[in-house]
């Protein structure tokens, strides 16, 4: 199964890519996740992705699209994947859509988590991660039991940089302008599948895997 996750910055789209890999046995492919990875590993990747993450611009395309390319031809996604944050634009749809045809191999479904912009906003800047185990908290939606520490390893959270209120703006600018447009192009292809973002997270899950047509156990 080959599903592409769409949505805005803060839509939910990492916390149900996660759920529904671990629920379809699929593999999660997130961008941000990878670049963020070798921003830690300080690879050359990394260095040069950085400026444009802590902007909130998008990372060249032919970098983005060769790591998504690398990502997907590895062993564990032939059983499928669930893409998070890619493709963010017409031009990585397009070259995604190339690919996919080399390798004989057809989009499931494009999900696509609707939230509103004010939403968004108290959404991101509020987030905060584990940087021990990724898990994800927010401080008044789903703060974790000790201020400030990870439920499940006990280290001190963190605010993502890009998740500062100035950056937050860009991001769902360039989401408006760049990543927007997908939904009409995904649309034309009769892919796309609507949920409302603002339902449940575990409501969410459920209401998607029932459209795929899978059980939730
Ligand atoms: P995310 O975690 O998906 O919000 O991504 C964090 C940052 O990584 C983005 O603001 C971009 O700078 C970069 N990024 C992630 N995915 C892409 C993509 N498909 N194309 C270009 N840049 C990306």
């Known amino acids: 199964m080959e599903l592409i996750l769409l949505g805005p910055p803060g839509s939910g789209k990492g916390t149900q890519a996660a759920r529904l ?6 593999v999660h492919v997130s961008t ?3 670049f963020r990875r070798h921003l830690k590993e300080g690879t050359a990747l990394g260095q040069l992705a950085r400026r444009y993450m802590d902007e909130g611009t998008l990372v060249p395309d032919d970098v983005t699209e060769a790591m998504v390319k690398e990502r997907l031809t590895a062993r564990d996604a032939q059983r499928g994947y669930i893409l998070d944050g890619f493709p963010r634009n017409l031009a990585q749809a397009e070259h995604f859509q190339g ?3 080399e390798v004989g191999r057809a989009l499931s479904a494009v999900i696509y988590l609707a939230v509103p912009h004010d939403v968004l906003v ?3 800047t509020g987030r905060r991660v584990c940087p021990g185990c990724g898990a994800n908290y ?4 789903h703060p974790p039991q000790r201020a400030g520490v990870c439920d499940v ?3 001190p959270l963190v605010q993502r940089p890009d998740d500062r209120e100035e950056t ?3 991001r769902l600018q360039v989401y408006d302008r760049e990543t927007a447009p997908l939904i ?5 292809l009769h892919l796309v599948r609507e949920f409302d973002g603002q339902a449940p997270v575990e409501v969410v899950t459920a209401a998607i895997l029932e459209s795929l047509g899978a059980r939730h156990d």
């Open 122 to 124: 108290e959404r991101l």
């Open 184 to 188: 009409d192009f995904y649309r034309r």
């Open 99 to 101: 690919f996919l045809y």
């Open 32 to 34: 941000g996740d990878l």
């Open 168 to 170: 937050v703006l860009t």
């Open 153 to 155: 390893c006990q280290t």
């Open 138 to 141: 927010h401080v008044r939606f």
């Open 21 to 26: 890999a671990g629920e379809l046995h699929i």
